[in-house]
């Protein structure tokens, strides 16, 4: 089992920054990958960033150049730096955690709204 917990959603003007941050807990050894996801209101659920446990990202184009995935592996925690905010990230930002013939976790997800 493994439990997943976002924070760090917020509202922000468009321009701003804002740092989730995705705590991972239980089964979480191994090989895995661990993304972020977003759905807005009426859509689906897409990828934004991914980053696996050998260090390797992948950042959705909506996205490229303004938010970056990191990880801190002693704090078993996951972050989306957010930068240059447009009103199209707003979204319920989801973190999720997926090892080898396993099934995707999901965390509760955080808000991001970012608005004038």
């Known amino acids: 089992q493994v439990q997943l917990m976002e924070s760090g959603g917020g509202l922000v003007q468009p321009g701003g920054s804002l740092r989730l941050s995705c705590a991972a807990s239980?089964?979480?050894?191994?090989?895995?990958?661990m993304g972020w996801y977003r759905q807005a209101p009426g859509k689906q659920r897409d990828m934004v960033a991914t980053?696996?446990?050998?260090?390797?990202?992948n950042v959705d184009d909506s996205v490229k150049g303004r938010f970056t995935i990191s990880r801190d592996n002693a704090k078993n925690t996951v972050y989306l730096q957010m930068n240059s905010l447009k009103p199209e990230d707003t979204a319920v930002y989801y973190c999720?955690?997926?090892?080898?013939?396993?099934?995707?976790?999901w965390g509760q997800g955080t808000q991001v709204t970012v608005s004038s």
């Open positions: 239980g089964s979480i050894g191994g090989r895995y990958v």
């Open positions: 980053i696996t446990s050998d260090g390797g990202t």
């Open positions: 999720s955690h997926v090892r080898p013939g396993a099934r995707t976790y």
